[in-house]
């Protein structure tokens, strides 16, 4: 019973297809993978006023990278991400680490099937908000931001 509920609720009226399609996303992805590309478009991409394929959204943050920024792109995306991640795995357990790797996280996964990081959107602005969290850590260092004594 549990199990039909979680799988109606995912489904949200979608058919088998529909869902195996990604609501036609990865139709559309195969586009953007096909589209003739010479050297350097593989690698520094068309630009970044190309997010779309005839007028339509890509929708996947490494393929719209990778569309607009080519291959350099989807590297720069990916160090970002992982440097964050890394960085907050060494950092001290406490609330900020979790809400840093909860954010990362969030657009990581979110990254898929949404216009993520590569762009201005939220995603990006959860990503700077991670790395400010981040940097406040880094800079505090282990006195918590008390102030040194001047001598």
Known sequence: MQRRIITTWLARG????????????????A????EP????QE???????NANIDGLPIDSNWLSSYQQEG?????????MVIFLLVAAFFQAPGLRRALILF????????SFTEDAFEAPSTYLLHLVVAASLLL?????GPHEGRPEAVT
Do not use: D, K
């Not at 586009?31 to 096909?34: I, K, P």
């Not at 590309?37 to 350097?40: H, K, S």
């Not at 690698?43 to 006023?49: A, L």
């Open 31 to 34: 586009l953007v993978l096909s």
């Open 71 to 79: 291959i350099f792109g989807v590297c720069v995306c990916a160090l």
């Open 136 to 140: 406040s850590i880094t800079a505090s």
């Open 14 to 29: 979608e058919n088998a297809q529909g869902l195996a399609s990604l609501t036609g996303r990865t139709n559309f992805w």
């Open 103 to 110: 954010l990362v996280t969030y657009c990581l996964i979110a």
């Open 37 to 40: 590309r010479n050297l350097f």
């Open 43 to 49: 690698i520094f991409g068309f630009g970044i006023t």
